[in-house]
Structures are given as structure tokens and as C-alpha cells.
């Protein structure tokens, strides 16, 4: 039985592999999940080991370009949405595979633009729609210039997910935060 957290009716399942947490979230019951980050692109056993198939994850969303954050984004059959910012940033992560003494194991898979769907409000509201939640994305950048926050909400409590961000503001609006080098941290 794969560990699961409840808040409110936020079902949240976390898992690890090294320093780098990913996280899926729904509504109870909703038959399908956000999956937020990636973790390493040598995560797929961590992944598998939940006992979750592809065809039960709405969407991806990343909080950043950053190696351990969206290593399981195209070994993963998953609708991936992201930002500009975020876009933007493919070069760089690509680039730095690019270099063989960074990809030791040799299996980055380069990702274009066109793998990452902008992120809209149409797209946002189908996902929503699947996973029971709403869904709001902040920019918080800072770690990173492409940084961004999801915050889900079942209509009583607010979750950000924030990745590395390092957040002052975001606190005051919402219930819990979730960073990944953290545990959830619960907001006065
Ligand atoms: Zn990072």
C-alpha cells in the first residue's frame, strides 16, 4: 500500500530518491493525480515502486529547471505543463548535459519546447477538473529566475508546493507549504 498523507480531502503521496522529493496530489477519491517535480532521470524505480500508472497522472508541473526536479518529465508517458520562464530555461538544463562528465550515466534525453505545453487557464481548469482541486501557479523566483509555486486547494485548506523557493510572501496567503528539502510546514 503506497504511504499517503490526508489534509482536509487533500490526498498527498511523497516520495524520495536521494535529496530530491516528488509529489502527487488529488482530491480523495479523484481518479487521477498532479504530479509535481520529477525527481533524477535515473528515478524510475522509486516511481514504479508507488504502484501509480501513467494513465492516472492528469499532468506534470515542475517548480523549476533544475536536474533533480524533472529527470522522470520524458521517461514518463505525462502530460507536462510549464511557464515561459521555464522554457527558457531548457537550453541551459540541456546544455548542461551536454557536457558527458555531467551525464555520467549517459541518459538525458533532451527536451524541446514543444514537450512542455504552456501553461494556461484553459489547461489548468481540465486538470482541475481531474483531479478535483483547484490549482493556482505563483511565480516565486528567486532559486531560480524560472521558480514557481503550486498551490492546491480543496476549497477549505491551501498546499504550496514550492520547490527550492525560498518564500516570504506566499506564506500569508496559504495553509501549509511544501518544500522540498522539508517537511510540510504548517502556516499560523
Ligand atoms: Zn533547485
Request: overall charge negative.
Amino acid at each position: 500500500m503506497t504511504p499517503m498523507k490526508k489534509l482536509s480531502k487533500i490526498e498527498i503521496i511523497e516520495t524520495q530518491h536521494k535529496l530530491s522529493k516528488m509529489f502527487l496530489v488529488r482530491r480523495e477519491g479523484a481518479a487521477k493525480w498532479l504530479m509535481i517535480d520529477a525527481m533524477w532521470s535515473n528515478s524510475l524505480k522509486k516511481f514504479e515502486a508507488l504502484g501509480i500508472s501513467e494513465g492516472e497522472i492528469s499532468a506534470l508541473i515542475v517548480t523549476h529547471i533544475h536536474a533533480d526536479h524533472l529527470g522522470l518529465a520524458k521517461k514518463l508517458d505525462v502530460r507536462w505543463l510549464g511557464t515561459a520562464e521555464e522554457r527558457e530555461r531548457l537550453e541551459y538544463i540541456n546544455g548542461w548535459f551536454a557536457d558527458p562528465s555531467h551525464d555520467k550515466r549517459g541518459d538525458w534525453i533532451h527536451i524541446n519546447e514543444e514537450d512542455v505545453e504552456l501553461i494556461a487557464q484553459q489547461n489548468l481548469a481540465e486538470i482541475s477538473a481531474e483531479i478535483g482541486l483547484s490549482i493556482e501557479i505563483e511565480a516565486t523566483p528567486g532559486h531560480t529566475p524560472d521558480s514557481l509555486s503550486v498551490i492546491v486547494s480543496d476549497g477549505d485548506i491551501k498546499i504550496a508546493f514550492v520547490g527550492d523557493a525560498d518564500l516570504t510572501d506566499l506564506k500569508t496567503k496559504v495553509d501549509y507549504v511544501q518544500q522540498s528539502h522539508h517537511e510540510m510546514i504548517k502556516q499560523s
